[in-house]
């Protein structure tokens, strides 16, 4: 809540800084930064949902709760990049007044905090591999360049006097095209969650040591891994003796869940399936034969 409340205060005082001193860019800012706010909440409401434990109706839980509230974030980051583009174009074609000097240490104030919000939250979120608290991370970072850009702007039109009073309003414009750029980078880690792509060969390979490690694992076949919000589910296959009875494949196969669930503690669950060490024992999917 610690972002929400300084988006709120920062969108408020770039608003009136942006109005008063004449400044597209800063008023682009304040525009974003009050879309940082909604995000903000988006995300907390996400991460609330994706936490709550499984229940009869949801017994995988809550998970795909979080990517869809970073996909959500990047929309609203991608729409803000769009509300600034037509601001500024309407702004260059049309006179206006060149900045105030005083909105200059408004935003160097501004990038400060911003980037000390990024870095507080993209260490957040790495360490709970949440997709929705990088993502607002990086909306802080974005808030952080847009300042910047701002900043430039408006420098150039102070410095440059009569004629350059557009510097301001191209400055937001590439402001405008840093945000939809994040909008993006943001977006494709969310859809690749909710549509259940894999993920990075190296968990998948760990998990396939893990298992292999295990007395009576051969060796193992299949090892398809999904992310559901803040945990992993694993669909594993390991090759085991053919003679083995079936309380003793079973056992095997609650060791492999123990040992991956221990060393990987955000794999929720690791569902195993006892295969015969021969050719009987292994089979492909038609993608697979290709």
């Known amino acids: 809540m610690v972002g929400v409340v300084t988006n709120g205060v920062l969108a408020l005082v770039k608003g009136l800084a942006g109005v008063l001193?004449?400044?597209q860019a800063l008023v682009a800012d304040a525009v974003e930064s009050g879309s940082d706010v909604l995000s903000s909440l988006i995300v907390f409401a996400g991460l609330k949902v994706a936490s709550e434990a499984?229940?009869?109706?949801h017994p995988y839980g809550r998970g795909r709760a979080e990517p869809m509230a970073a996909l959500v974030v990047a929309v609203a980051l991608l729409g803000a990049a769009v509300a600034i583009v037509i601001s500024s174009v309407r702004e260059i074609v049309t006179p206006h007044l060149a900045p105030a000097p005083f909105t200059l240490a408004v935003l160097v104030g501004v990038v400060v905090v911003k980037e000390g919000l990024f870095r507080f939250?993209?260490?957040r979120g790495q360490e709970s591999r949440s997709l929705a608290v990088e993502a607002?991370?990086?909306h802080h970072r974005s808030d952080a360049?847009?300042?910047a850009a701002a900043f430039v702007g408006i420098s150039i039109a102070l410095i440059g006097g009569r004629g350059w009073e557009a510097a301001d309003d191209w400055a937001a414009l590439l402001a405008a095209g840093v945000l939809a750029f994040n909008a993006w980078h943001l977006m494709r880690p969310a859809l690749a969650e909710l549509t259940d792509a894999a993920?990075?060969?190296?968990?998948?390979k760990e998990i396939r040591e893990v298992a292999y490690s295990i007395t009576g694992v051969k060796g193992t076949h299949r090892c398809w891994v999904r992310k559901l919000g803040l945990d992993y589910f694993v669909d594993l296959d390991i090759l085991v003796d053919g003679g083995l009875s079936v309380r003793e494949g079973h056992d095997?196969?609650?060791r492999v869940h123990d040992a991956v669930t221990e060393r990987m503690p955000f794999v929720r669950k690791v569902m195993v399936h006892v295969e015969p060490e021969d050719e009987f024992g292994r089979f492909q999917m038609d993608w697979e034969k290709e």
Do not use: M, Q, Y
Not at 54 to 57: A, F
């Open 136 to 138: 607002d991370a990086w």
């Open 199 to 204: 993920p990075d060969e190296a968990l998948v």
């Open 54 to 57: 499984p229940s009869e109706k």
């Open 21 to 23: 001193g004449h400044s």
């Open 145 to 147: 360049i847009t300042s």
């Open 121 to 123: 939250a993209l260490r």
């Open 252 to 254: 095997l196969a609650h």
